[in-house]
T-cell receptor, first 115, second 114 residues
Framework: AQKVTQAQTEISVVEKEDVTLDCVYETRDTTYYLFWYKQPPSGELVFLIR??????QNEISGRYSWNFQKSTSSFNFTITASQVVDSAVYFC????????????FGQGTTLQVKP | NAGVTQTPKFQVLKTGQSMTLQCAQD?????MSWYRQDPGMGLRLIHY???????DQGEVPNGYNVSRSTTEDFPLRLLSAAPSQTSVYFCASSRGGIREGGYTFGSGTRLTVV
């Protein structure tokens, strides 16, 4: 069965702190894809990153970085030097190669960055 | 390039009424899907389609119907609205599933059933 778990329901930090959002997934496929989406207060879903199961290299994009570890089935997201504009709900999602029409989401983590 | 367009943005229905949520994309994407977002539950897949004429059920299909007569459109029909269907609905599309990139989401439809 496929499942995505984001155990952190809400996180509150002060601006400029680093923060890590956890994502743990379950899948039986050997080929799969992991995503992170951001949902700001305006409500739209913003694509942040896609990672396939064969690429375990960490990725950095500005203040954002992602740590993919197949050994622990985790795909964690770190924001360095957080800013108030980072306040949003963040979703981790999984899609399996065997059924790429389906995107399975975690419950989401609400991040509040206080000035 | 409009991307994924959902209409309406807001809707209030009475219990038992029917309605159709519209979703259209102009990117010639094969894959389209519908999700509902409820507090604390993330987004859950309702129905999806891998091409015109092909649809399948997702995690929470009961109470909803879909059809895919064209590549561009993927409407979601509520046959007899219930308060439990109060939610925010998102439509998404992708070229060839996720092999060629991520999913593009519409801006959402906020539905209230009273």
């Amino acid at each position: 069965a496929q499942k995505v778990t984001q155990a952190q329901t809400e996180i509150s930090v002060v601006e400029k702190e680093d923060v890590t959002l956890d994502c743990v997934y379950e899948t039986r496929d050997t080929t799969y894809y992991l995503f992170w989406y951001k949902q700001p207060p305006s409500g739209e879903l913003v694509f942040l990153i896609r990672r396939n199961s064969f690429d375990e290299q960490n990725e950095i994009s500005g203040r954002y970085s992602w740590n993919f570890q197949k050994s622990t089935s985790s795909f964690n997201f770190t924001i360095t030097a957080s800013q108030v504009v980072d306040s949003a709900v963040y979703f981790c999602a999984l899609s399996e190669r065997s059924n790429t029409g389906k995107l399975i989401f975690g419950q989401g983590t609400t991040l509040q960055v206080k000035p | 390039n409009a991307g994924v367009t959902q209409t309406p943005k807001f809707q209030v229905l009475k219990t038992g009424q029917s309605m159709t949520l519209q979703c259209a994309q102009d990117m010639n994407h094969e894959y389209m899907s519908w999700y509902r977002q409820d507090p604390g539950m993330g987004l859950r897949l309702i129905h999806y389609s891998v091409g015109a004429g092909i649809t399948d059920q997702g995690e929470v299909p009961n109470g909803y119907n879909v059809s895919r007569s064209t590549t561009e459109d993927f409407p979601l029909r509520l046959l007899s609205a219930a308060p439990s269907q109060t939610s925010v609905y998102f439509c998404a599309s992708s070229r060839g599933g996720i092999r060629e990139g991520g999913y593009t989401f519409g801006s959402g439809t906020r539905l209230t059933v009273v």
